[in-house]
DNA sequence: GCATCGAACTTTAGTGTTGAAGTCTTCAGG
DNA sequence: CCTGAAGACTTCAACACTAAAGTTCGATGC
């Protein structure tokens, strides 16, 4: 069980372990399934952790987090990479205002163009410019990096039992949550 | 490959599949391993879903998910359940100038105090309140019924594997990212 | 004991987000 | 045509967070 943060010494009392982490709760929350904790546990943690790997290396690039989100929404949307603002703030679970400023933004740097739909005019079309596609292939290559070093100590199988396995999660979570349209926060 | 969202009739084009999505990288970058893609963007998924899940249950508790990752950190220190600000800054990943507005407000709702130390007037106390254990209680009551019937596909092996690998890449990821001290973005 | 340094917290300015109200375009009737 | 309604985006006000500067108390050296 290695050091108590709060024991151990000099250094500033850091997050906990968590086998601490699950330790304390087990203390104060009695009917707690430990198996369970530790895997709801591991999953927000190594999702945290890897958000922060992703902003450190996307930032090298000049972009931030946000600006990355949208480059992938846009890619993924295929050739022409075009969509309209309101797609754009639904699939990233954003609000159409904070979409508009993040395009003003992404506009300004050139990754993005903004015009307005000559056959509708009210509709107005983001689409990838050039810069836009090479940063998102720069982010891409890093990211898949990462990614393969990350899993790098799992077999094959084992990856395809952890994929399969989370999958399984993904739609019992789903199924028990029905989404109703709600903000989600990040993208994959 | 099931439907493309942009022509898939009248309904809006939601966030695409798993895998059309894992598909649609494929197209647009060739170097790319399914495997770990599948691995990596059911991870991010199932995390933003469960976070979202999270934030409706408290919030039927007239709490937000940022007050309830207080409670929890307090809680997580052990009775008689008081940290500085400076400390809960660290551990819930925010600046100190960000948890001087979050105290500010769980105090006037009731859920912490706030006072000077009296033996070092430079420091400060937040402690939780009965309220504020007791909302904590509520909410993990919620919580581990949600992370139960989250995990009822997975038998108890599966459980077991899946939580073991999920702390092999945690280790992973500490160990390629050693953090530096920086912001993380939520808490288990 | 007085001055200085450092630590712990707060305040300020700037950025990004939400929710609600507003604007502009299109479409359907009358 | 002209009006009304609906849709797509933008603007506005309020809020939460970050980075940096400011404040206050305690400790250290002389």
């Not at 203390?27 to 943690?45: N, T």
């Not at 904070?98 to 992404?106: K, L, S, W």
């Not at 999660?169 to 989600?184: F, I, K, N, S, Y």
Request: aromatic share 4%; proline share 4%; net charge negative.
């Amino acid at each position: 069980m290695s050091d108590t943060p709060e024991q151990s010494g000099a250094r500033s009392p850091q997050e906990p372990s968590l086998d601490e982490q699950i330790a304390a709760y087990q203390r104060e929350f009695r009917d707690l399934d430990p198996q369970v904790e530790k895997v709801v546990s591991a999953l927000g943690r190594l999702n945290r952790r890897m958000n922060v790997a992703y902003g450190r290396q996307v930032a090298d690039l000049g972009i931030s987090n946000a600006e990355w989100e949208v480059l992938k929404t846009l890619v993924l949307a295929g050739a022409p990479y075009r969509l309209g603002p309101g797609e754009l703030a639904k699939r990233l679970g954003l609000t159409p205002a904070a979409m508009t400023h993040r395009i003003d933004r992404m506009a300004g740097e050139g990754l993005v163009t903004r015009d307005r739909d000559e056959n509708n005019r009210v509709r107005v079309i983001v689409e990838l410019t050039d810069e836009g596609r090479s940063k998102w292939l720069e982010a891409m290559r890093m990211a898949t990096d990462f990614e393969e070093e990350l899993l790098q100590d799992l077999s094959s199988e084992e990856r395809g039992l952890l994929g399969e396995m989370l999958i399984r999660l993904l739609r019992r979570v789903e199924h028990t949550q029905p989404d109703a349209g709600g903000r989600l926060t990040d993208l994959d």
